[in-house]
């Protein structure tokens, strides 16, 4: 059964830190593209950083430089680790694996930036 399960949100100042992880299971993972999306209430979902099975990497540019996601195959897992955190950051950050017509998603891992 293939599923994704992310961990890592809580609460963290402005200029803080946190490191986001996605564990999968249930497929080949490292054929897969990997990408963190995030929501807020009342917004559209965002893209906020991918990376593909080759290893290329792609950001929004809000995050460009605050943002690194990583991949470590033999653990089956995707980070996203989050430098100088700015309240806009808050929202729900969403794991995808996709490849061909497999789209997965986990729950959901809440990010609040709050002094």
């Not at 564990?23 to 990997?34: E, N």
């Not at 989050?82 to 794991?95: F, G, P």
Request: net charge positive.
């Amino acid at each position: 059964q293939v599923q994704l399960v992310e961990s890592g949100g809580g609460l963290a100042q402005p200029g803080g830190s946190l490191r986001l992880s996605c564990a999968a299971s249930g497929i080949f993972f490292s054929m897969y593209t990997m990408t963190w999306y995030r929501q807020t209430p009342g917004k559209q979902r965002e893209l906020v950083a991918q990376i593909s099975g080759g290893g290329s990497t792609n950001y929004a540019d809000s995050v460009k430089g605050r943002f690194t996601i990583s991949r470590d195959n033999a653990k089956n897992t995707v980070y996203l680790q989050m430098n100088s955190l700015k309240a806009e950051d808050t929202a729900v950050y969403y794991c995808n694996a996709r490849r061909h017509q497999t789209d997965v998603w986990g729950q959901g891992t809440q990010v609040t930036v709050d002094s």
